[in-house]
């Protein structure tokens, strides 16, 4: 196995230390979150498979394979990248030697500079990093996932680090406080889930997909009573 196709472990013992957690996550909230995702949200679910069925036949990050993966995580994922060849150009140039530090990778192919200064894509490169280099050790940067952490820490402090490692900290944090036994992709979908459930009952006409409104919107018993569940 090259350095390029090596899949990076996140190791994250003593992550919580200096943390204080309002409000712990339990594993039936976990699997609650799972079985609406795998259960009633097909296209996600599809989308999913795509990805990783992608990862395993498709290995490597040259510039012309990730410029296929980029492209299907563009579109399964919605990232809507305005800048997707330079994103591509700048991943590949950066995982022929990428830095030991998972956060790092992140934080080395998501900026992207231009004459009007420099934009940094946090929700594409770690949907990227997550599906295609290891989905363990890149929790997914979402605004709705955010919304969540929020909920389970109250006010976040982002000082002194970038946005997706201030992210990430509080994402292994909230794992190991909460006495987790799941997976990260499994604590993304109820994070994911969660924050857009709450953001919906406040307000109905949240901008959410199609896809999960239906879901919230079914009065099937099994539905509801997962949806409750997840934000018991």
């Not at 339990?26 to 079985?35: E, F, G, K, S, V």
């Not at 969660?194 to 959410?208: E, F, K, L, Y």
Request: charged share 30%; proline share 5%; glycine share 4%.
């Amino acid at each position: 196995m090259t350095r390029r196709d090596t899949c990076y472990f996140a190791i994250q013992e003593g992550s919580a230390v200096g943390y204080k957690l309002l409000q712990p996550v339990r594993d039936d909230q976990i699997a609650a979150a799972t079985r609406i995702h795998d259960n009633h949200m097909y296209e996600w679910f599809a989308a999913d498979r795509a990805l990783d069925l992608l990862r395993e036949s498709l290995p490597g990050l040259d510039e012309p394979r990730v410029l296929i993966k980029a492209s299907v995580i563009d579109r399964l994922y919605y990232a809507r990248h305005a800048r997707l060849v330079e994103a591509v150009r700048k991943i590949a140039e950066v995982m022929v030697r990428p830095p030991s530090d998972p956060v790092g990778i992140v934080e080395a192919i998501a900026p992207l500079d231009s004459s009007r200064g420099r934009t940094c894509y946090w929700s594409f490169s770690s949907k990227f990093a997550h599906f295609f280099i290891d989905p363990e050790a890149f929790p997914i940067y979402d605004d709705w996932a955010i919304k969540a952490i929020r909920h389970h820490f109250g006010r976040l402090s982002w000082l002194g680090r970038t946005p997706y490692r201030a992210f990430a900290d509080y994402v292994f944090a909230l794992r190991e406080l909460s006495g987790l036994s799941c997976s990260i992709r499994e604590l993304d979908r109820y994070l994911w889930l969660s924050g857009m459930r709450r953001a919906w009952q406040t307000n109905a006409d949240v901008g959410i997909s199609r896809e999960v409104r239906s879901v919230f919107e079914d009065e099937s018993p099994d539905v509801q009573q997962d949806l409750d569940l997840m934000l018991d």
